[in-house]
């Protein structure tokens, strides 16, 4: 039998967490071997409820000891991350923080001479399937409305060039309109999804975005409209806001889990 895939994770915050449990319940041919955090002292508890031991490491030394890294960071600290991976060509590099993708000039081609294989899970939104196809046929357009709860902004919400507290925000309001690269630079830890889409589809500056803070919504909402030669498909996802962190949705963790899974499975579903 071959030897299990290494897998480093990379911050263990809402959803580093969670693929580490995933990583040490058990994933066929994938075993969980190291993980950064920012903190060293916090690591113990983190890690407290784990059978695997895995080492704690410097994150720029993550690509050296894993074959599989996947990152859960705050967008400040990606780019230590992301050089330390072109340094180790032939690894997989599985990203949350799809919109530093968008931020990082000349990444992506440094990524492809150093032979790095950089996975986007779906992460909060769904419909990708659908927008690879349309992309095949010919896209025309592709707009994306995102509306969530005002403290999922954090406490305090930019409109415009003013902060307000989320409390004060008593109805739907517009926080940004605009361009997919446009809204990573506004709102980075919010509207990743935009790269997502941008990615799969019509690129960072020909998809459309809107952001909204709606006190009449507990889900974070995600709606995606593509416009094609095959007809138009949409997409709604409604997620809960994580219990840990309501900037990101919950079903973000178990998306990569997800895709995790179906690096070593047989059949290949929806691809
Ligand atoms: N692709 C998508 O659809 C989505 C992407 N995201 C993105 O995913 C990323 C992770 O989100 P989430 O888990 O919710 O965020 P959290 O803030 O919960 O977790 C980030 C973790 O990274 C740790 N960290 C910070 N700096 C370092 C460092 N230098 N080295 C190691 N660890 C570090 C933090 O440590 P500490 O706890 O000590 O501060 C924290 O535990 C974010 O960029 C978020 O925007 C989120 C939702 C959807
Ligand atoms: O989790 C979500 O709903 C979306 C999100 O934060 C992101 O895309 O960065």
């Given at each position: 039998m071959a030897e299990p895939l290494r897998v480093a994770v990379a911050g263990l915050g809402s959803i580093g967490m969670r693929v580490a449990a995933a990583l040490d319940q058990g994933i066929e041919g994938l075993e969980l071997k190291a993980v950064a955090v920012?903190?060293?002292?916090?690591a113990g508890a983190r890690l407290a409820g784990l059978r695997s031991s895995p080492v704690i490491l410097p994150l720029a030394d993550l690509p050296e000891a894993a074959d599989i890294v996947v990152e859960c960071l705050p967008p400040s600290a990606f780019s230590v991350l992301a050089n330390a991976m072109l340094?180790?060509?032939g690894k997989t590099f599985v990203v949350a923080s799809v919109g530093q993708l968008l931020c990082s000039d000349g990444f992506l081609d440094a990524a492809r001479a150093a032979d790095l294989a950089i996975l986007a899970p779906s992460g909060a939104i769904a419909g990708l399937d659908g927008l690879r196809a349309a992309r095949e046929i010919g896209l025309e357009a592709v707009a994306l409305k995102t509306r969530k709860p005002p403290l999922s902004f954090g406490d305090g919400v930019r409109i415009g060039d003013k902060t307000v507290a989320?409390?004060?925000?008593?109805e739907p309001t517009c926080l940004f309109s605009g361009s997919a690269r446009q809204s990573i630079a506004a709102f980075p830890k919010n509207i990743n999804v935009a790269a997502t889409v941008a990615l799969a589809g019509l690129g960072a500056d020909r998809t459309s975005v809107e952001i909204w803070a709606d006190p009449g919504i507990a889900m974070n909402t995600h709606e995606i409209t593509i416009r094609s030669k095959g007809g138009t498909i949409t997409a709604v996802s409604e997620n809960l806001p994580?219990?840990?962190?309501?900037?990101?949705?919950?079903i973000t963790a178990y998306s990569i889990i997800a895709a995790l899974r179906r690096m070593e499975s047989v059949v290949s579903v929806g691809s």
């Open positions: 920012r903190d060293a002292a916090t340094n180790h060509g989320a409390s004060e925000i008593k994580d219990a840990d962190n309501p900037k990101s949705s919950a």
